[in-house]
Every structure is written in C-alpha cells, then in structure tokens.
C-alpha cells in the first residue's frame, strides 16, 4: 500500500506595522493573532515578518514573528522589500497590520492558484468593504487590476516568482497609490491577479497617519509620480484609482 505525504505549505507573511501607542501595538497584536489561528499548522506554516517603525520598542519581538526594525526612513514599498528580502518561501503575502484573518482563508486562495494555474496574485475578500462595492462572498474568483476592487492593497498574496518579472517594489511610493502601481505592473505584464471571494481578511481601515497636511502633501507627490510613470507607456492615459 503505497503512503502520500502531503507536504506542508510555507507562506511568508509581512505586516507593516507603526506602533507608536500602545492602542497601535494592540492593533498589530491582534492582526497576528488572527493570523496565527486562521490554518492548521500542520498544513499550512506562516513565517511572520514585522517590520516595525517604532523603533524605540526594539529589541521586542511579537510573539510568534521575527520583528525587524529599519534604519531606512520609512516607505511601504522600501519596508516591503525589507521584508520579501529576508524571506524565502514559495508564497509571500504583503499586509497591512489593521486586518482580522478568517478561518482557512489562505488555504482558499492556494486552492485557487491551484485551480487557475495562470493566476500570479491574488486578494482576499473583506466582508466590511466588497459587499458594497457589489462583490458577493463565497462567490468564486474576480479577475482585474482595480484598486480597492479586485486589488485590495492591504492583503496582497503571490507567487514569490512575480518578482523575477516585475522587479522590487517600486520604493518612490511612501504610502498612497503603492497598490495602483502594483496593480498597473501586473496588467502591463499581463499577470493575472484575483479578488477571492471564498478567502475572507477583513480590513479594519485604522490609520496611523495623524498630520493631515503632510498626509495630503504626501498623497499629491505620489499622484503626480504616478501619473508620470505610467501615462507616457503602452497604457497611455489609464491608470487603476
């Protein structure tokens, strides 16, 4: 009688996290938390990365992570490749820390990278914010580049592969439009991505930015770069907002 070993999956999860409060360092908790619970460890291993931007908490660890803190100023796309650079695994999963993991949610976006064998990216669903948008739960998968769509920035799960095509991160992005960006590179190279309806992450939308007129400043900057970027290519005129 011949025996299958189902092998275990490794996913290499990285949360960006500011804790400068202790109400933003609860936030950050309780992401992990609801990460660490949502698989069976025995199928499915997350190998938790934080990269934290209070640096006054180091040499903390989160429990259950390997927490690292930059000495690079702060930019989402530049702490993301700090992150995928110091991982391995076959799948990498970008986030934000403001997110509750639902149970068997990254095995359901496995099964469809499984069932589509082109699909590159994927987004998990989050019952706070699709619904209204006209997206329905448990509902198979929803291909397109949209952000805040199909392309929900603040849960990116991928084929670690993705980046022999696209490159790094793009690190001009401080914050605002990184996953317009990411979403116009994929369409440009005509990589598949997918909202999965039957995978649910439900973003909670804290926001750890406080100064309003930097936040507007910084928004402007990276709009008009943006633009720049990407208005003059093949795809002339048209970018994902």
């Given amino acids: 009688m011949e025996l299958f070993i189902k092998s275990k999956t490794e996913v290499d999860v990285i949360i960006l996290s500011f804790a400068h409060n202790e109400e933003l360092k609860l936030i950050t908790e309780e992401c992990i938390s609801s990460l ?3 698989e069976n460890k025995e199928e499915i291993k997350f190998n938790v990365v934080i990269i934290e931007s209070q640096k006054e908490m180091s040499p903390f660890q989160y429990p259950g992570t390997t927490t690292i803190y930059p000495d690079e100023e702060f930019g989402y796309h530049r702490y993301m490749n700090i992150g995928i650079d110091s991982t391995y695994s076959k799948y990498v999963c970008l986030c934000n820390n403001d997110l509750r993991f639902h149970t068997g949610w990254a095995s359901e976006i496995l099964k469809a990278f499984h069932k589509y064998y082109d699909l590159s990216s994927a987004s998990p669903f989050c019952s706070l914010h699709h619904p209204r948008l006209g997206f329905e739960i448990n509902n198979g998968i929803y291909t397109g580049y949209r952000s805040r ?7 990116l799960f991928l084929k670690r592969d993705v980046f022999r095509l696209t490159g790094k991160l ?11 960006d990411y979403a116009n590179t994929l369409a440009a190279l005509k990589l598949r991505h997918a909202l999965v309806s ?4 439900d973003h909670l939308d804290s926001c750890t930015l406080d100064n309003q007129a930097e936040e507007t400043a910084i928004a402007s900057s990276e709009f008009f770069y943006l633009e720049k970027k990407w208005n003059h290519r093949t795809m002339a005129g048209w970018t994902n907002m």
Avoid at 149 to 155: D, I, K, L, N, P
């Fill in 149 to 155: 769509y199909e392309v929900a920035g603040w849960c």
């Fill in 36 to 38: 660490i619970a949502s």
């Fill in 170 to 180: 793009d690190e001009n992005y401080q914050f605002w439009c990184a996953d317009n």
């Fill in 198 to 201: 039957s995978a649910v992450v």
